[in-house]
C-alpha cells in the first residue's frame, strides 16, 4: 500500500507558510502584497515566540491554521486531489472530512517546518496575470546554507479575496505532489480508510 509520505516533501511545503493572512487582510492587498506582508507578519510571530514553540508546538497549530486557512482555496485543492470521478462519487460530508484531515495533517508539518526556517527570506521577481489567475514568481531563501530556490504562487481570486490554488517550487508542482502521493492509496483501499489514516496522524 502506498502512503502520504508528506515528510519528503516538506521543503515544497515552505511558501504556503509565508502566505498566510485573514480574509479581510487579503481582499485589500494585491497578491503580491499579501505574500510580502503576511511573511513578515508570521516570521515575527515565529521570531518572538520561537522558544515557546520549540517547547510545545502544538500551541502554534492554531496560529498557522488561522494564517493559512483563509488564503488556501482547499475545495480546488481536494478536488484536484481527488479527480472528478471520486469527486463525483463522495459525499460532500466524505470530502468535508478528508479535507479537514488532509489541512491539519499540512498544519503540523507547516508548523515545525516554519519553526525550523524561522530566518527564510522571501522577495518578489515578477508577477503577471492570465485568464484570471495571477502568478507571482518569488525567490525563497531558506538560510542554513541552504541554496534559494524559485517559487511561484498560482492565486485566485475567489468571493473577492486572493487565494491560492497552487504553488510551484523549483518546477515541482505541490498539488499535483499530493495527488500522486495521495490517490493510488485512496483508490487502493478507499477514501474513508485515508482519512481515517489521516485523522489518526493528526492526533499524535
Same mark, same amino acid.
Given at each position: 500500500?502506498?502512503?502520504? =509520505? ?10 504556503? #507558510? ?15 502584497? &499579501?505574500?510580502?506582508?503576511? !511573511?513578515?507578519?508570521?516570521?515575527? /510571530? &515565529? ?8 517547547? @510545545? ?7 498557522? @491554521? ?8 482547499? /475545495? ?16 460532500? /460530508? ?7 484531515? #488532509? ?5 503540523? $508539518?507547516? !508548523? ?12 518578489? $521577481?515578477?508577477?503577471?496575470?492570465? =485568464? ?9 531563501? $531558506? ?7 524559485? %517559487?511561484?504562487? &498560482? ?9 491560492? &490554488?497552487?504553488?510551484? !517550487?523549483?518546477? #515541482?508542482?505541490? %498539488? ?14 478507499? $477514501? ?13
Amino acid at each position: 500500500m502506498r502512503k502520504f =509520505k508528506i515528510q519528503k516533501i516538506f521543503t515544497y511545503l515552505i511558501p504556503l #507558510l509565508l502566505v498566510g493572512a485573514s480574509c479581510a487582510y487579503a481582499a485589500k492587498l494585491s497578491p503580491e502584497d &499579501v505574500i510580502l506582508s503576511a !511573511a513578515g507578519n508570521l516570521f515575527s /510571530d &515565529v521570531e518572538k515566540n520561537k522558544k515557546l514553540y520549540e517547547e @510545545d508546538i502544538t500551541i502554534f497549530y492554531g496560529r498557522v @491554521d488561522n494564517i493559512i486557512s483563509p488564503i488556501i482555496d482547499f /475545495d480546488s485543492v481536494v478536488r484536484r486531489i481527488l479527480g472528478k470521478k471520486n469527486y463525483k462519487n463522495t459525499t460532500e /460530508d466524505i470530502r468535508n472530512r478528508f479535507k479537514i484531515a #488532509l489541512k491539519n495533517q499540512l498544519i503540523r $508539518i507547516y !508548523a515545525k517546518t516554519i519553526v525550523e526556517y524561522s530566518s527564510s527570506k522571501i522577495k518578489i $521577481i515578477s508577477s503577471s496575470e492570465t =485568464k484570471g489567475f495571477y502568478l507571482v514568481k518569488t525567490e525563497l531563501s $531558506i538560510g542554513a546554507g541552504k541554496p534559494a530556490f524559485q %517559487v511561484i504562487y &498560482v492565486m485566485k481570486s475567489v468571493d473577492e479575496k486572493y487565494k491560492i &490554488v497552487e504553488v510551484v !517550487a523549483n518546477g #515541482l508542482r505541490l %498539488v499535483k505532489s499530493l495527488r500522486k502521493s495521495l490517490l493510488p492509496e485512496i483508490e487502493e483501499t478507499g $477514501i474513508e480508510s485515508v482519512i481515517n489514516r489521516l485523522e489518526s496522524e493528526s492526533k499524535t
